[in-house]
């Protein structure tokens, strides 16, 4: 009778052990690095709103004026509309160039009316126009000139010699309009063509009043 030596392979408890606790390591170091990663977003997130806060009571953001009028006090106007008129008037003021263009105030987009606070803005603009030595800058008023058309746009409801006959012809139209929010304002700039009523160019800009709303 033969026999035959067999031979068996056994593994300590420990090493059991190991391979049984090696996956449930793995996923405890997810965990661990998930909650480290999210621990220092959070110190984050607080650090920052502790220093906006800090910030915010060394020097507190004082809070929106009651009006509109007092609120652009606190606005260097003529930067702005030198800086929309250029943008706007491109090519077409200068010496040499043709002239003819009537600027009315700016007014209220809710009901086409300027307002105390879109006669300045008018004025401003005007100085504007005149700094880029544009020829032949005539005021007329927004009422008498400005409508809603059908689809809501502002439109120029008469030719601008029917309101001012001596003005002569005139090429275009550069009306404006503004927004006011408690902490900003939207001021849009267009030139209109006068004989076909299209827009020929747009520009605005977002004005900042530097305050807080309640």
Known sequence: ???????????????????RTRPFLATVGVVVSVLALTACSTVKTTGQAIQNNTQE????????????????????????F?????????????????GGFVVTDLVNIADLKPGVAGLIMGEVARASLTRLDCQRVFQVEAANLLSLNDQGFIALSRKATEVRPEIGPVREAVVGTYHAWPDKMLVVLRRIDTNTGQLTRSVSREISFGCKAR
């Not at 009778?1 to 090493?15: D, L």
């Not at 030198?82 to 043709?98: I, K, P, Y």
């Open 82 to 98: 030198d800086s929309m008129a250029s943008e706007l008037m491109v090519n077409v003021c200068g010496q040499g160039t043709l």
């Open 1 to 19: 009778m033969t026999f035959k030596k067999i031979f068996f392979t056994t593994r300590s408890p420990s090493t059991c052990r190991s391979e």
């Open 57 to 80: 009571w060394l020097s507190p953001t004082p809070a929106c004026k009651a009006s509109l009028d007092a609120s652009l006090k606190s606005v260097p106007l003529q930067p702005v």
